[in-house]
């Protein structure tokens, strides 16, 4: 499993921005998939989870109600849409895919992740 993210960028605080997580393989619906972010000088951190077949999903507390995660399993792609951006928003995000949502949600041996995506938020 190959996982390629991208859609980061520099925006404005208040601002919105989507990114995008393409998954190889043929097994892409069977995997809960999840967002991480990593700051400058802090540890990589949970962001958001979607179940494999999408019907369950879980945020971290900084960023329930502006974000979004949701999946297209005939794209084999994970998106995570992100509003009313912060400048603590600032980070490398990273997708992941683990066998369960719970997984994802405690990073316990998660075994596949992208490279980042930078998204930076100006004040």
């Known amino acids: 499993v190959q996982l390629q993210a991208s859609g980061g960028g520099l925006v404005q605080a208040g601002d919105s921005l989507r990114l995008s997580c393409a998954v190889s393989?043929?097994?892409?619906?069977?995997?809960?998939m999840g967002w991480f972010r990593q700051a400058p000088g802090k540890e990589r951190e949970f962001v958001a989870v979607v179940s494999g077949s999408g019907g369950v999903t879980d945020y971290a507390d900084s960023v329930r109600g502006r974000f979004t995660i949701s999946r297209d399993n005939a794209k084999n792609t994970v998106y995570l849409q992100m509003i009313s951006l912060k400048p603590e928003d600032t980070a490398v995000y990273f997708c992941?895919?683990?066998?369960?949502?719970?997984?994802?949600?405690?990073?316990?041996?998660?075994?596949?992740w992208g490279k980042g995506t930078l998204v930076t938020v100006s004040s």
């Open positions: 992941a895919a683990a066998p369960s949502v719970i997984v994802v949600r405690t990073t316990t041996n998660v075994p596949y």
């Open positions: 393989g043929r097994t892409f619906s069977r995997y809960a």
